[in-house]
């Protein structure tokens, strides 16, 4: 077991005990014992991490029959820097810049220990090497979007000369919807929506067909998509903007038939195979301009991520 002699028994944190809003449950506990590595695990000092919707819908506790028991530190993006490692643990070694999405299964039985702390410990499996050229706070944004992202795709059997329509293209997943249909799986045409101000920055991800929302209703437009990656929660409207034998993939429930709902695995092969997309700079991470929020100000950022304004991703940094 390789170890750094300055690792703290307790480490800083936010915690809550009790399921409801994240604004009146998240306490700052500076005394929470550091979480124990298993043998496949790795114990990781965080950098940054990024907030995701998921957050605040756990607790709520939207998924308590599945959720780890209580008090939870919240968070499941990290960026940071390997401390301890697992006798079993073969991809990283101590100093090794990680990152990733620390729950394999985001509603099953996640960690009690997140990413909103000094120290998180997560399995080998669910990290890669951070990319050169991304900073911790760019790569923080990440993980859960770009899986989700990625895997959406996959599972629609999204390919080269495909069209797609993206809902919520400005948002933490459709900003790299967007660019991953254009730039990695090859689409022919991309389209997403998002409202008046945000429509310069779909143009400049990648899509050839900006739709301002505000102004138009996307289902009534005459050109129809082979693919629809609903990141909204519109997927009734998106069913009437397929073509035939086209799909819809949604990640906000629920879904209407026969729109597919999908959740992520996270999956560190997935980054891995992403990195020279990343490295590149063909795909970017979009952080809102409030990024990043400082650690002692959780509840703003979470309230911030609440109003659904947010552009790309709410990001935490330093910690603490």
Same mark, same amino acid.
């Given at each position: 077991?390789?170890?750094?002699?300055?690792?703290?028994?307790?480490?800083?944190?936010?915690?809550?005990?009790?399921?409801?809003?994240?604004?009146?449950?998240?306490?700052?506990?500076?005394?929470?014992?550091?979480?124990?590595?298993?043998?496949?695990?790795?114990?990781?000092?965080?950098?940054?991490?990024?907030?995701?919707?998921?957050?605040?819908?756990?607790?709520?506790?939207?998924?308590?029959?599945?959720?780890?028991?209580?008090?939870?530190?919240?968070?499941?993006?990290?960026?940071?820097?390997?401390?301890?490692?697992?006798?079993?643990?073969?991809?990283?070694?101590?100093?090794?810049?990680?990152?990733?999405?620390?729950?394999?299964?985001?509603?099953?039985? #996640?960690?009690?220990?997140?990413? @909103?702390?000094?120290?998180? $410990?997560?399995? /080998? !499996? =669910?990290?890669? &090497?951070?990319? %050169?050229?991304?900073?911790?706070?760019?790569?923080?944004?990440?993980?859960?979007?770009?899986?989700?992202?990625?895997?959406?795709?996959?599972?629609?059997?999204?390919?080269?000369?495909?069209?797609?329509?993206?809902?919520?293209?400005?948002?933490?997943?459709?900003?790299?919807?967007?660019?991953?249909?254009?730039?990695?799986?090859?689409?022919?045409?991309?389209?997403?929506?998002?409202?008046?101000?945000?429509?310069?920055?779909?143009?400049?991800?990648?899509?050839?067909?900006?739709?301002?929302?505000?102004?138009?209703?996307?289902?009534?437009?005459?050109?129809?998509?082979?693919?629809?990656?609903?990141?909204?929660?519109?997927?009734?409207?998106?069913?009437?903007?397929?073509?035939?034998?086209?799909?819809?993939?949604?990640?906000?429930?629920?879904?209407?038939? #026969?729109?597919?709902?999908?959740? @992520?695995?996270?999956?560190? $092969?997935?980054? /891995? !195979? =992403?990195?020279? &997309?990343?490295? %590149?700079?063909?795909?970017?991470?979009?952080?809102?301009?409030?990024?990043?929020?400082?650690?002692?100000?959780?509840?703003?950022?979470?309230?911030?991520?609440?109003?659904?304004?947010?552009?790309?991703?709410?990001?935490?940094?330093?910690?603490?």
């Amino acid at each position: 077991m390789a170890s750094i002699s300055s690792i703290p028994s307790h480490i800083k944190t936010w915690v809550y005990s009790e399921y409801g809003n994240t604004e009146e449950i998240l306490k700052f506990d500076p005394n929470v014992p550091i979480p124990d590595i298993k043998e496949d695990q790795v114990l990781i000092k965080v950098v940054a991490t990024a907030l995701n919707p998921v957050d605040y819908k756990r607790a709520l506790g939207y998924f308590k029959n599945t959720d780890s028991p209580l008090p939870s530190v919240p968070g499941y993006d990290v960026a940071g820097v390997v401390v301890r490692v697992g006798s079993k643990v073969r991809k990283f070694k101590v100093g090794d810049e990680v990152y990733g999405d620390i729950n394999e299964y985001a509603v099953n039985n #996640p960690k009690t220990i997140g990413t @909103l702390a000094e120290y998180t $410990a997560t399995e /080998e !499996k =669910l990290l890669a &090497h951070k990319p %050169s050229n991304l900073s911790f706070i760019e790569a923080a944004s990440l993980p859960l979007a770009i899986i989700t992202a990625y895997q959406g795709l996959e599972r629609v059997d999204f390919s080269a000369g495909k069209s797609i329509l993206v809902l919520g293209g400005a948002g933490g997943v459709g900003s790299l919807v967007i660019q991953l249909a254009k730039h990695v799986f090859g689409a022919s045409k991309v389209a997403a929506t998002a409202s008046s101000a945000k429509l310069d920055l779909l143009r400049n991800l990648g899509a050839d067909f900006p739709i301002d929302y505000t102004k138009e209703n996307f289902e009534e437009l005459a050109e129809k998509f082979d693919v629809v990656y609903d990141t909204i929660g519109q997927s009734d409207k998106a069913l009437k903007a397929i073509k035939e034998g086209g799909k819809v993939v949604t990640i906000a429930p629920p879904a209407t038939p #026969p729109a597919i709902p999908f959740f @992520l695995t996270s999956d560190g $092969a997935v980054l /891995e !195979k =992403l990195q020279p &997309h990343l490295e %590149s700079g063909k795909v970017k991470p979009v952080l809102d301009p409030k990024s990043p929020f400082p650690f002692s100000q959780i509840v703003e950022a979470y309230s911030y991520l609440k109003t659904n304004r947010a552009i790309g991703k709410v990001v935490i940094h330093p910690i603490p």
